[in-house]
Antibody, heavy 119, light 107 residues
Framework: QVQLQESGPGLVKPSETLSLTCTVS????????WSWFRQPPGKGLEWIAYIYHVGSTNSHPSLKNRVTVSVDTSKNQFSLRLTSVTAADTAMYFC?????????????WGKGTTVTVSS | EIVLTQSPATLSLSPGERATLSCRASETISSYLAWYQQKPGQSPRLLIY???IRATGIPARFSGGGSGTDFTLTISSLEPEDFAVYYCQHGFNWPNTFGQGTKLEIK
């Protein structure tokens, strides 16, 4: 049973860079699409970006200039970098895996990690 | 960007009752729609994909329908563990988006 675990700082200062890593256990990072989502407190879900194991990637147009996603197959990890953060980036961040049988649907989620942007 | 509008925002029902949740897309998305359940402090759980296919391990009381712009999630007889927030999400084009959620609460 594949499991995902997010890791990274829980507090980031405004204008700095948010960096998170997702470690995949119980399965290989190869073959699947991997994604990052976020959910501001009390609000809905936003799909930030996705990456394929060979490195092809895309991100939400509203975040494109600030987002970088990468994958490290040797460590079975993928990562998110979000630059120039503001209070609006405060959220629960989830890493996730798309279904093998159908693109764009998420069948495995990490538990999430809370990131607060504050000085 | 396709906008998904869910209704109602809150649905108050009792265990054993039937729940019908709606999701409307701002343009046609064929059948590329999923439903997720999220409980407080937890990550979402995939219930339905491609509008009507139950995900692995999802009970038969959950069913999805619709195509084009109008979709429904039906829970035939509510169990106590079904009270949660439900989100729809489209997979038609990028960026995929979510509805704002329907909170299903105990009456």
């Amino acid at each position: 049973q594949v499991q995902l675990q997010e890791s990274g700082p829980g507090l980031v200062k405004p204008s700095e860079t948010l960096s998170l890593t997702c470690t995949v256990s119980g399965g290989s990072i190869s073959t699947y699409f991997w994604s990052w989502f976020r959910q501001p407190p009390g609000k809905g879900l936003e799909w930030i970006a996705y990456i394929y194991h060979v490195g092809s990637t895309n991100s939400h147009p509203s975040l494109k200039n600030r987002v970088t996603v990468s994958v490290d197959t040797s460590k079975n990890q993928f990562s998110l970098r979000l630059t120039s953060v503001t209070a609006a980036d405060t959220a629960m961040y989830f890493c996730a895996r798309e279904m093998a049988a159908a693109r764009w649907y998420i069948d495995v989620w990490g538990k999430g990690t809370t990131v607060t942007v504050s000085s | 960007e396709i906008v998904l509008t869910q209704s109602p925002a809150t649905l108050s029902l009792s265990p054993g009752e039937r729940a019908t949740l709606s999701c409307r897309a701002s343009e046609t998305i064929s059948s590329y729609l999923a439903w997720y359940q999220q409980k407080p402090g937890q990550s979402p759980r995939l219930l339905i994909y491609d509008a009507s296919i139950r995900a692995t391990g999802i009970p038969a009381r959950f069913s999805g329908g619709g195509s084009g712009t109008d979709f429904t999630l039906t829970i035939s007889s509510l169990e106590p563990e079904d009270f949660a927030v439900y989100y729809c999400q489209h997979g038609f084009n990028w960026p995929n988006t979510f509805g704002q959620g329907t909170k299903l609460e105990i009456k």
